[in-house]
């Protein structure tokens, strides 16, 4: 599958379009069929006992299936998620998260994709699963 946009492209869409989360999310790579995002986990992002909120996970899952949908697509800014089923696993603490989201169908009016959470504080297991469908506008 050729992606229409890569990380640069895909930052400055996200900087332009999102700048109210634009901070908090960072591309780390776009290899077909995947988008990896990292989101660092300060404070703001932690429940009672330091462990990251699902509502945090969850972000960067959502985030991350947008762009991984943009990059085949290119530049639409009218997707939305239809449909979230998320895993919580393991509970990381306050560091980097990294999603990598796989593209598991682009059809003409829905997305599906499936990702991974991984934290560097336990960088060998997932810490969360994530299946998304999103809805794509007519002619994108």
Do not use: W
Request: glycine fraction near 4%; include cysteine.
């Amino acid at each position: 599958m050729e992606m229409k946009m890569d990380v640069a492209e895909l930052q400055a869409f996200l900087e332009l379009d999102f700048p109210q989360v634009s901070k908090s999310f960072e591309f780390v790579e776009v290899a077909p069929p995947f988008v990896t995002m990292m989101l660092t986990a300060s404070d703001k992002h932690l429940r009672p006992g330091g462990t990251v909120s699902g509502p945090s996970m969850f972000a960067l899952a959502d985030v991350c299936a947008y762009f991984c949908i943009l990059a085949a697509l290119g530049p639409v800014a009218l997707a939305v998620t239809t449909n979230c089923s998320i895993d919580f696993i393991r509970k990381p603490v306050a560091g980097r998260l990294l999603c990598r989201m796989e593209l598991l169908k682009l059809g003409r009016t829905l997305a599906v994709c499936e990702g991974r959470i991984f934290s560097d504080s336990i960088p060998e297991k997932i810490v969360a699963r994530a299946s998304l469908t999103y809805s794509i506008p007519a002619n994108p």
